[in-house]
């Protein structure tokens, strides 16, 4: 895979930074390519390319989390659960938010009748979050939806390795279109301060619990499909830990969530 040429896992731990780079220019490419090949949907069809881009270098990236997580087990170095998977989330979370980045400036920079077109799907999705807000948005709710996504996120990741890479994309792409949407509402480049401070840090706590949980799920697979038997229950303890702090930054982001839902 040309990505793979790019930026191999190795490179991508050593220079987070350039998978930052690596995840705005593929977010821009595949908008470019579905603009041209699927008008009718470009911002589902965006989610698909960049799943397509992004798929063998997630998984790559999630047998290297394992492998290292098990060097470090028996050689007795690092036994902290999110210290022998950080390099992972790290990677992770650079190039998602490269992806976030690219969102939020092509929608704030472009113009307003091609940013609709080109996110329509992703406008579609955030009008009905924000219409059910107004009756449905209990902290239950929020935190109920979020922890069906993570389950879902989890499950494809342990049946495919990185089978949730979609999700991840698409929630990224949610999270860019309403941050620029925000900004341009309230005074454009000068207002995306102020909607990077209201949807940032709940956003970015869903984000986070995601890609622990897709992380997760991924080293189960790994540890499950290589049959390391030595090693095989302390990998599933991992995982199932993983999806246990994702749950609880959910929690702390559904408080986040709810209480500028109520106060706002």
Not at 82 to 87: E, I, M, P, T
Not at 124 to 142: D, N, P, V, Y
Not at 181 to 205: D, R
Request: glycine letters at 8%; aromatic letters at 12%.
């Amino acid at each position: 895979m040309v990505l793979e040429r790019l930026v191999s896992v190795k490179e991508a731990v050593k220079k987070p930074w350039s998978v930052f780079i690596v995840g705005a220019v593929v977010a821009v490419t595949s908008l470019m390519v579905s603009y041209v090949l699927f008008p009718q949907s470009i911002g589902i069809f965006t989610t698909f390319v960049i799943t397509i881009c992004i798929t063998p270098f997630i998984y790559n990236l999630i047998k290297y989390s394992e492998a290292r997580a098990e060097e470090l087990i028996k050689s007795g170095k690092e036994l902290n659960l999110l210290a022998r998977h950080r390099d992972a989330v790290i990677v992770f979370a650079s190039f998602f938010a490269g992806v976030v980045v690219a969102f939020t400036l092509l929608f704030l920079f472009l113009p307003e009748e091609f940013s609709a077109k080109l996110f329509q799907d992703q406008v579609t999705t955030i009008t009905l979050i924000r219409g059910s807000a107004t009756f449905a948005s209990t902290f239950e709710k929020i935190v109920g939806n979020n922890i069906g996504v993570l389950t879902l996120t989890f499950i494809l990741s342990f049946l495919y390795g990185s089978g949730a890479v979609f999700i991840l994309a698409w929630n990224a792409s949610i999270l860019g279109t309403v941050l620029g949407m925000t900004a341009k509402s309230i005074g454009g480049l000068s207002g995306l301060p102020m909607a990077v401070l209201v949807f940032f840090p709940h956003g970015s706590l869903e984000m986070l619990a995601y890609f622990i949980g897709g992380i997760g799920g991924g080293i189960a697979s790994a540890a499950i499909t290589r049959r390391k038997t030595e090693l095989m229950p302390q990998m599933l303890k991992d995982s199932f830990k993983l999806f246990f702090i994702a749950v609880i930054l959910l929690l702390l982001a559904g408080i986040i969530e709810t209480t500028s839902i109520v106060t706002g």
